[in-house]
């Protein structure tokens, strides 16, 4: 036990950046991508070799960089994992002739029938990054993984293999990634939220699901986009205020002034009451991320949300 376990009732969670592998997942839309990328900028700035590897059809990261090519920063790289690729890989690894399993890759029949198939994307895909992983090229992969309700899937898809298949290649490489998924000295899932209804409720269940099913470690949320209080410390009736103000001839009257801090306080306090909700019901603390009005783009606006993102939990 650190001194500081033995006088805080909860122990802090180690930093982000100690660990391997962070997995960021979350509802659609939620700010899964800018994370990742802000986390492996920060990685790298930090003097990390670090990955942000996309799971999915289209690739985000190299763009919110300004970038084409796979190098972003010094020390930061990006990788699109598609499944196919790291399928023909794999079996060229196995079988060896890869130009033949490529053109059977690459064949209309089989692909509808892998189209169909469950499971093999996920396994594949962590497979790839179980890879990577062991061959040490970088400190940190930062993984911006599929939605929610894929989400889960693409996690859990070892344990299942591992539980249905009692010998053979495929269990044993499975095992290998469930071994690194679960080991919460290397890896940490991530969960991206807002703090609005729907998105919290959603990440309340992934918690749950992950914590009695997957086994994966969690140890804090991302609250992204939070409003922040429009009225200063020790002005609470801002609004109030500025309706009384006396019409400035060819600018909105003080009314128009008073209607945008009362909406940006309503938006405030529903996100207050939501990040408050999300903090009791998952017992795990929070990074909350400002919501940025111009918006996330290039190194700039993402190394402004490193800080809070690197801040500790609370
Ligand atoms: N803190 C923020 N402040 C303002 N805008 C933000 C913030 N975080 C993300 N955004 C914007 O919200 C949109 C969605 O973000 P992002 O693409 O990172 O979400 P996502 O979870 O990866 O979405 P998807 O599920 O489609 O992959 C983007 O336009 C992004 O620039
Ligand atoms: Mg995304």
Known sequence: LSTASAHSPKASPAPLLARRLVIVSGKGGTGKTTVAAALGLAAAEAGRRVLVAEVGRDEHV???FGR???ELAPGLHSLRIDPYDALAEYLALQVGMRPLVERALRNRGFRQLMDASPGWRELITLG??????QQDAFDLIVVDAPATGHGLTFLDVPRVVVSTLRAGPLRRHAEWVADLVRDAERTVLL????????PVRET???VERVREQVGVAVDRVVVNAFATDPCPP???DLDARLARLAPVPGLPGP???SACVRHLRSRHELNRRYLDELARRSELPAVVL???AEGVRGPEALRGLATPLLAEPT
């Open 234 to 236: 020790g002005v609470p």
């Open 128 to 133: 790839k990054i179980w890879h990577l992983e």
């Open 290 to 292: 400002p919501f940025v």
């Open 204 to 206: 309340l269940q992934l």
């Open 191 to 198: 969960p991206v939220t807002l703090a609005e209804e729907l």
């Open 62 to 64: 190299p763009r919110l």
């Open 255 to 257: 009314d128009v002034a």
């Open 68 to 70: 084409d090519g796979p």
